[in-house]
């Protein structure tokens, strides 16, 4: 059987360069605090290694942070040591607790600097961009942006309305290709098997229940289906939808993926509150919003 061009793409892409920098300079000023690891910290974490700009990772209990604990991490000792010498700390999407002379790279969280930006600005506003900047800062040289680096953050800071081709110069395909390439690599597993949970999850959706988050704001309701790669077949096939995951604390998380900004800010003011779901989180601009189902005996 020959390839799609979706899996020749995305076979091309495993491999896709990150950065095109070379022997960069020893030495750095500041000091990066980094979260919990997904496909943009990684990409964060290779440029900090390729300009060889020190970083310390957060961590809870002498474990790197996940997503659910990122923002309950205590400063380490090496950033408490950095800001006492008058060096800039820069903490990425971690610690909700920290002294005010602490810089963020963040988008997640309403003050956060990349939080509510529009995906015209999703470079700007994404952790990627938002390191990058600081290190050309820093590092007082430029340090290019490649195809790679901005699929990475557009993924990242808005992806439903980076499949509607709404992120300049970020192609609604190229952008599946590498969604592929990464998941596939990820997961150690074919592209050509990602691709078929993909289109089984894409059915799935358009089958699915329809759940009213306000008056006329409906959404796919998938919380009690089993369906692989559902994020990535949700953005692809452009339908917003709630899931329903296990978080790591036991809680069941419920998600709101790729919606509009009148989809997820219903989840978030409406739907939400009247299920009496908590730690409601989220971003109508980029997209997201979660909560979670209060665990038995947290009531």
């Not at 440029?47 to 990122?70: F, I, M, S």
């Not at 060096?87 to 509510?116: K, N, Q, S, T």
Request: charged share 20%; aromatic share 6%; proline share 8%.
């Amino acid at each position: 059987m020959r390839p799609t061009s979706i899996e020749a793409r995305a076979a091309a892409l495993i491999h896709f360069p990150m950065s095109p920098n070379r022997q960069p300079p020893r030495g750095h000023g500041a000091l990066f605090v980094l979260g919990a690891a997904d496909p943009e910290m990684h990409a964060i974490e290779g440029l900090l290694d390729e300009v060889r700009a020190p970083y310390v990772v957060a961590t809870v209990g002498r474990k790197r942070v996940h997503p659910g604990n990122a923002y309950r991490a205590a400063m380490p000792p090496a950033a408490m040591a950095a800001l006492r010498d008058g060096r800039d700390v820069y903490l990425v999407e971690c610690i909700g607790d920290a002294p005010r002379a602490a810089r963020r790279i963040d988008h997640h969280r309403p003050g956060d600097p990349g939080y509510g930006q529009p995906p015209a600005g999703f470079w700007a506003a994404s952790s990627l961009g938002q390191t990058v900047a600081a290190l050309r800062m820093h590092l007082a040289r430029d340090i290019a942006v490649t195809p790679g680096m901005r699929l990475v953050a557009a993924a990242d800071h808005c992806l439903g309305a980076a499949y509607r081709g709404e992120c300049p110069g970020v192609e609604p395909e190229a952008l599946l290709a590498w969604h592929v390439a990464s998941r596939a690599a990820f997961e150690q597993r074919s592209v050509s098997a990602l691709l078929r949970d993909m289109e089984a999850s894409r059915l799935a959706l358009r089958c699915a229940p329809r759940v009213s988050l306000a008056p006329d704001i409906q959404v796919a309701d998938m919380r009690t289906q089993a369906a692989p790669e559902l994020l990535l077949a949700a953005a692809r096939e452009g339908q917003c939808c709630l899931s329903a995951v296990r978080a790591r604390d036991g809680r069941t998380k419920i998600g709101c993926l790729v919606g509009s900004p009148l989809q997820v800010s219903a989840f978030m003011q409406s739907w939400a509150p009247a299920q009496h779901l908590v730690d409601i989180y989220g971003d109508p601009v980029r997209g997201f919003a979660g909560a979670y189902v209060v665990a038995a005996g947290h009531a």
